[in-house]
């Protein structure tokens, strides 16, 4: 795991995390990881006898991994963003493994999630990132990236790292996440971008009640939100925070009666 300070993101060196990290993943699978950096987390990712591919945006960073690592069977590394990267199609399913930098943390889930073929992910962020994705209703972190990633993900924190894991070190603890892709989401929803539009509006002001929130890129009425709440069994007096994915699955199901969710 690495990359460029100015990215956002910080050089692992401590051995034993690595070697703890890649331990999480199942052997035999193949592994993409972001941003390998000076290979702290290769290092060990390729004694597993699995096909690893490693994507790096930093050229001279590149280089210095084929050097190091270009003479393994099964070793393939690829110089570019990891946002705009298609994974080979003869890989049929693939595991995730990569040090987030704070800056595009978001959108690497997303793609993720994307990747249908990617079957699991070792990933690690910055502390208060990794909380939002493991967070459940009534936690502080919770939210509605916590909604979109528990619908498609089982999550769990594996381990914390304090910033004297990285060179340099970062200003706050890193956490290593490990997603595990649903085989179908615990709820039913007839239109998923619909609904997290939804659950984004019902957040979007925290500290507001469900009766106030703002509904406006819903296209639907203060009445019959009001009303949808209440045929959901939801109090109105309740926050985004308190709600749980079924509650929302409920929420967006009675929004939808009511015309709203389109």
């Not at 990132?129 to 209703?137: I, K, N, S």
């Amino acid at each position: 795991m690495g990359g460029r300070p100015r990215l956002g993101q910080h050089f692992l060196r401590d051995r034993r995390a690595a070697r703890r990290i890649a331990a999480l993943i199942p052997p035999g699978v193949p592994v993409v990881e972001i941003g390998p950096g000076r290979g702290a987390l290769t290092r060990y990712l390729v004694q597993k006898d699995s096909p690893y591919i490693g994507v790096e945006l930093d050229g001279d960073l590149v280089r210095r991994l084929r050097e190091r690592f270009g003479g393994r069977e099964g070793f393939v590394l690829v110089e570019g963003d990891f946002l705009t990267y298609e994974p080979p199609s003869n890989l049929e399913s693939l595991w995730l493994a990569g040090n987030i930098p704070y800056s595009i943390s978001s959108k690497i889930v997303q793609r993720a999630t994307g990747e249908r073929r990617c079957v699991g992910a070792v990933l690690m962020f910055q502390r208060e990132f990794a909380e939002r994705l493991t967070a459940g209703p009534g936690k502080t972190a919770y939210g509605s990236l916590s909604v979109y990633v528990n619908y498609h993900w089982e999550t769990r924190a594996a381990l914390t790292l304090k910033p004297t894991s990285f060179s340099p070190p970062p200003g706050v603890d890193s956490k290593v996440v490990v997603l595990h892709r649903r085989e179908a989401p615990p709820v039913a929803v007839d239109n998923e971008e619909a609904f997290f539009t939804m659950v984004r509006a019902a957040f979007a002001h925290r500290r507001k009640q469900l009766a106030n929130a703002d509904i406006a890129g819903l296209d639907i009425d203060r009445p019959s939100w009001l009303r949808a709440l209440e045929q959901a069994g939801i109090e109105r007096t309740h926050r985004a925070q308190e709600l749980s994915l079924e509650d929302f699955a409920r929420l967006y199901k009675k929004v939808e009666v009511s015309g709203g969710a389109r």
